[in-house]
């Protein structure tokens, strides 16, 4: 790229911080509404539903329990690294409490995270702050997905200050819409991490026409979510599911490997010359996803891809859904006939282990493999299935398995109201705004996943699930063992097997050191796996549909178990997980921080008036919202917040009287 247009850019950035200092701003956040009622809509059972897939109340019948039963196994639990590898099981890398996060479609950003920096929607800060509170680092997220792709246009600001337009918005479940996101997107993305801590990865759009596009949009979206995120940017993804282009008409038949190899080159160059990166380990890809015979990663690996691009590779990324409901030539796949295959160990191991060799590959360039997006189906999940407890029980062993195996993150992505699989839904906009938040069985998944881990950012796991001649129900009562400093911390214990007698519970017997006079424990239960949502973790929950403010609602229970001779015997009830804290400093490393930014206050549940408490935000990461400092904001700097001190209202006043409503790059041509 030319140096004018190099000039132009440092001289907009130089411009934006003068405005942006010359201004501030006040606080204001979505409030809700005041006259919200806690109804269940959950009355129109036996396919009769007619409305949006995200509170449809079908449920399924679950499996008949196993017989005859298993109701006691004795885990002998390896007292360090040593024993894990001498009793044939691996121990992970270490992992944090935050690894199971979310994945946002671009789309939906607005509706679920909000309508401006300045506008945040409040319940969705608390499912965070319910993260960052267990696991001590925010939630990751990424923002991107099938609509950051072909024509999403970065631009400096909308109409009504808006974080993005929809252009044109189709049917189909995966059809997404032509997107104008602005500036306002990453100044949102911000204040989120200074709120809760998010750390993000933004996917770019993949246009073969934009390494030839002379204004160079996505090389200055890139530059931007670099200057405005700071470290808080994990990478930007380049390419979203490259191996379906041809499929979903993105590119010409023909196009394959090779094509997409050379188009990943010549966008991140462009990217590296026309933009200012200040971090240029900036990327991550390629988000395969679907099994297609010669663009597996396996294949782009082969082909060259990661040797070539590891420099400026912040992480490799991989996408995966078990199965799909796209009813692909007339294949309908009734949810009843899969609902078994989620509901027990086998399918966990069978998603990660083809990524076993890749996360060898990773790891040994000192890279981090994530799974950028996964969920139960593809095009939309099914109804009774994608958000039953059933599969929050599948998607905690599938996020542990992922972590033995040696992903680094893991996120579940959240679609719109025409989807099954969200971990949480925002009530319609199209209807009475009587109405709140819908909270997805999986989204348990992420609590359990984070006390799993808790803190201490050393957390290793190991797969200690019994053989079969050691439990002939094994494949129903997953095990895994956390170690931290080369000691066992927590124990995870699964019992998948839908039967509320109690003929179906198992009494775990783990065997400690003799010292050890009690252990704690912490439930994630539903009386049946198809439950919707009456689900409790540690007797706490989110409720019913349209009843979430995104906050836990009950007294937590913790279960205290006493030990004899070094026998802790642990109740798993049928069905449920328990998670034992085998010390009180694992107890306490994983439990919520008792500090006011766990309360974004809203009143009773369900009757929301949603009302910030002001204060909180201000003061939470223990920093003044008004303490402008200079300094840098490139990964590792320690001026990171910087950019959220920025006024928007003064950038964008400032430069929508230059440029109006323009695509931002067409400034660099003035
Ligand atoms: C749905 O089916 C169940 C059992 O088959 C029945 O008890 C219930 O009354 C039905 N509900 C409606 C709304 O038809
Ligand atoms: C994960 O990485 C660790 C550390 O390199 C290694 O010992 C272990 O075998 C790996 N796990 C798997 C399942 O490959
Ligand atoms: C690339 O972007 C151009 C201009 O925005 C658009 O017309 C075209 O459809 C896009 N191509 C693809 C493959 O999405
Ligand atoms: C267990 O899960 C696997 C993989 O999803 C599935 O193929 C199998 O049928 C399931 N087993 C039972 C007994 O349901
Ligand atoms: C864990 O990592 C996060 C950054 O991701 C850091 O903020 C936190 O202080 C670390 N915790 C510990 C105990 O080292
Ligand atoms: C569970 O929560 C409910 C509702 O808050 C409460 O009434 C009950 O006492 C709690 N149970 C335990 C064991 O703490
Ligand atoms: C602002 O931040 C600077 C540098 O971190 C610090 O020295 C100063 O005390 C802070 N001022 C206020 C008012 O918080
Ligand atoms: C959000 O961002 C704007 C501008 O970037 C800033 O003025 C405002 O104080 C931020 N709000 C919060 C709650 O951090
Ligand atoms: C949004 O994008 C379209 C092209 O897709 C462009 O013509 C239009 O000017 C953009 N709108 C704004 C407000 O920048």
Known sequence: MTRTNMMNLSTLFASISILAVASSQSLTLYTGDQTATATSTASAANGTYTGLAAYDPTTLTPPTPPSPAVTSYTLTLPTNAQGVIDGGHQLSISQKGNFLGFSVE?????????????????????????????AGSGPIIRVGGNSQEGSSIFVGGLEDGAILDKIKVSSGVTDTPLINYSLELFYLMANITSLVGADWYFGLSFNESAVDDPTGNVPIAATWAQEILGEHLLALSVGNEPDLYVDHNKRESGWGLSNYVSEFDAMTQSILTQGQLTDTTAFIGPSTCCQVVGFELDDVFNAGWFESNVNNLAAVSVQHYPTNNCKINGNVINAQDIFADFLNHTSAQAQVSPYLGNAATVQSAQRELVMLETNTASCGGFPG??????????????????????????????????????????????????????????????????????KSNVSKVADLTPTSDQDANSIYHSIYGIYENDAPTRVVLFNYIDDNTGASDLQTTITVDSSVTSVSVRYLRATSVSEQYDITWANQTLGTSFASDGRLYGTQ??????????????????????????????????????DAKTEYETSIVGTG??????????????????????????????????????????????????????????????
Request: charged share 10%; aromatic share 8%.
């Open 557 to 594: 229970d913790t279960t205290t178990i006493t030990c004899s001779n070094g026998n802790c015997i642990i109740p798993v009830p049928a069905p449920s997980i328990a998670l034992v804290f085998l010390t009180s400093d694992a107890l306490t490393n994983s439990n919520p921080t008792d």
């Open 609 to 670: 008036s949603a009302t910030v408490n002001k204060q909180a935000l201000e003061t939470s990461n223990g920093q003044s919202v008004s303490n402008l400092t200079g300094g840098g904001t490139s990964k590792g700097s320690a001026s990171s917040a910087e950019p959220l001190l920025l006024s928007t209202s003064g950038f964008k006043n400032g430069l929508i009287s230059i440029i109006g409503i323009t695509i931002i790059s067409s400034l660099l041509l003035l």
């Open 385 to 454: 299935l994608s958000d039953s407890f059933g599969v929050a029980l599948w998607m905690t062993d599938y996020a542990l398995q992922m972590a033995w195996g040696n992903f680094t993150t893991a996120l579940m992505h959240v679609g719109g109201q025409n989807v099954y699989y969200n971990p949480f839904t925002p009530p319609p906009s199209t209807e009475s705004a009587s109405k709140q938040w819908t909270t997805g069985s999986i989204y348990y998944s992420t609590l359990v996943i984070a006390e799993a881990f808790g």
């Open 106 to 134: 671009l789309s939906i950003a607005n509706s679920l995270m909000g309508a401006s920096s300045t506008n945040m929607k409040v319940p969705f800060l608390n499912y965070m702050a319910n993260i960052q509170n267990r």
